[in-house]
Structures are given as C-alpha cells and as structure tokens.
C-alpha cells in the first residue's frame, strides 16, 4: 500500500531539468520534487524600452533570433505586460516560440519588431574617424576640410546612420588621408562614369 506513494505521475511527458528533493527525503506537502519541462510551448520574454509600446501587436508575428541554435525563427506575439518598469523603463512582452529541436528554457534571444520607415542620414564607415569614444567626420565646405563631430548609431555594417552633427546634402571627405588636419585645403575630384 505505502509504496503506491513513491510513484510520480506528471501531467505531460517531458524532461526532468531539476531535482529539488534528494531520494530518501521526507516529501512535504507543497514543496516541489522535481522541475519538468515539456519540450516545445516555449515563450520569449522581451524587454521593450516604453518608447516602442506602439511596436508591440498581439498576434502580431516577430523574428527571434536564438544564439543558442544560431538560428532565426518565427514568434507569435501574445501578451504585453501592462506595467512599466519604473528603474529601466520598459516592459515584458512574451511571444510563443515554435516546437525546435534543441531549445530549451534559460536559453538566449533577440526579437526583431518592425520599426516602420523612415528616413535616416548614412555615412560609409571609411569616412569615420575614431579617437577612443570620439566619432567625427571631414566636412567639405568650399575648398577647407572641417572636422565635425558626430553621433553615430551602433552598427556593424559598412553604413553608419547619423544621429546628430551632420545634416542632408553636406559633402564629406569618405577616406580622408592620414595626414589631413582640420583647417586643411581639398580639391573635389569627380567620379569618372
């Protein structure tokens, strides 16, 4: 009769991903034995800063991106926690995740939501000049090459977009020369076609 209590039945078939009681021990009522986890039904929890609030749709469909599994998938949005953060500004979305092989909860990922369109300032990155966190760029104004300083977006690609310091139509030197100064003269060269 008493060994029909050592029996552990769970309501889904899954892996055993913790043990919070050693065999042997005196089972209290309420206290957890074991942790389970079902394959597949995993969620991504999100923090959005507030400002994007707009972004985040129920049913809406995002990409996350899992390091784990170096690998783009398809989420489903299905909650916005309605409460904000008060010390980092932002708030939980959760998105359901596709049944993957090899993703297990704790692991790492990114959402991708859509921004919308909009215009931004680009310069190529061989135009920027780096001094510890210092960015600038040579602006052309006549035939004198002026260094601006620049707020740059953080991006790895060859583009950087421009927050602050330059405007549209201001002509910029796009690999300036080692030995170029501010103050210094240029001749603007057309491309050939």
């Not at 979305?93 to 990922?109: Q, S, Y």
């Not at 780096?130 to 600038?136: L, P, T, V």
């Amino acid at each position: 009769m008493a060994l029909g209590y050592a029996t552990l039945n769970a309501p889904f078939a899954g892996m055993v991903i913790d043990r919070k009681a050693d065999p042997g021990s005196l089972a209290t009522p309420g206290a957890p034995l074991l942790t389970l986890e079902r394959e597949g039904n995993l969620r991504l929890e999100a923090s959005i800063d507030e400002s994007r609030l707009g972004l985040v749709r129920i049913g809406e469909s995002v990409a996350v991106e899992i390091d784990g599994l170096n690998r783009v998938v398809t989420g489903r949005v299905v909650e916005a926690v309605p409460s904000v953060d008060a010390a980092t500004r932002s708030f939980i979305t959760k998105i359901d995740l596709p049944a993957i092989p090899g993703l297990w909860a704790g692991m790492f990922g990114r959402a991708a939501f859509a921004a919308g369109k909009s215009r931004a300032l680009r310069v190529p990155q061989s135009a920027v000049l780096e001094r510890g966190q210092i960015r600038s760029v040579y602006v052309v104004e006549g035939d004198t090459a002026r260094l601006r300083l620049v707020t740059l977006s953080e991006s790895r690609e060859d583009q950087r977009e421009v927050l602050s310091g330059l405007t549209a139509g201001e002509r910029i030197i796009v690999s300036p020369p080692p030995l170029l100064a501010d103050g210094g003269r240029v001749a603007i060269q057309e491309a050939a076609k």
